[in-house]
């Protein structure tokens, strides 16, 4: 079945770097991938939707420059969380949708900023 | 705007039972439906969706959906509970194909042996 990878699993940083996540779709073509921020026990938040070869659509209250996104392939989006703060520990998940209209998720990245 | 609802934070249910977790959305045009699970500290996994045709739609691990158009409700059943199923659940809903899936708060699913 379709499988959508996302790397790290697990990522700490320190207060100030940047870290990337990577969200590839590894056995279809992906023109949209969308990025969620997910809190303990709470329910996915859309943050952005990345088209395949143009710039990202942010929901409201999302900064676009904090939180980057870049979908370079078909196959791989990226989140590039910028200046990271204690406050942008979450878990991260990405998806995909195939040629089926059916939206695969990836296993998702803890990122602790300490 | 679209919006999705799941009124229960915790369905328990024994094993062997039958299980439903309710879910009931707005769209403003022709839905698409879909319920995942989520393990914990896991990404989610994909059960179903309904995007047009029999209103009850079957999915993986025994688990099937009704699609009611007239209560605007999708929920999710399954005829015999296992403590496997034990989880997080989430129904989703989007109002045309491309677009991102908007979520409701998830409901969690306690089978107990």
């Known amino acids: 079945g379709a499988v959508v990878s996302q790397h790290p699993s697990r990522v700490i940083c320190k207060s100030g770097t940047s870290v990337k996540i990577e969200c590839r779709s590894l056995?279809?073509?992906?023109?949209?991938m969308f990025w969620y921020r997910q809190f303990p026990k709470q329910s996915l938040m859309l943050m952005a939707t990345?088209?395949?070869?143009?710039?990202?659509?942010?929901e409201q209250g999302v900064e676009k420059d904090k939180f980057l996104i870049n979908h370079a392939s078909l196959t791989l989006s990226t989140l590039t969380v910028t200046s990271a703060h204690p406050e942008d520990s979450s878990f991260y998940i990405c998806s995909a949708q195939n040629s089926g209209n059916t939206i695969y998720f990836g296993e998702g990245s803890w990122l602790t900023v300490v | 705007a679209q919006s999705v609802a799941q009124p229960e934070d915790q369905v328990n249910v024994a094993e062997g039972n039958p299980l439903t977790v309710k879910c009931t959305y707005s769209v403003s045009g022709n839905p698409y439906l879909f319920w995942y699970v989520q393990y914990p500290n896991r990404g989610l996994q994909f059960l179903l969706k309904y995007i047009t045709g029999d209103n009850l739609v079957k999915g993986s691990y025994g688990f099937e959906a009704e699609f009611n158009k007239s209560q605007t409700s999708f929920h999710l059943k399954k005829p015999s509970a296992l403590v496997s199923d034990s989880a997080l659940y989430f129904c989703?809903?989007?109002?045309?194909?491309?677009?991102?899936?908007?979520f409701g708060k998830g409901t969690t699913l306690s089978v107990s042996s």
């Open positions: 056995d279809f073509q992906a023109t949209t």
């Open positions: 990345s088209n395949e070869g143009s710039k990202a659509t942010y």
């Open positions: 989703a809903v989007r109002d045309q194909a491309g677009t991102a899936l908007i």
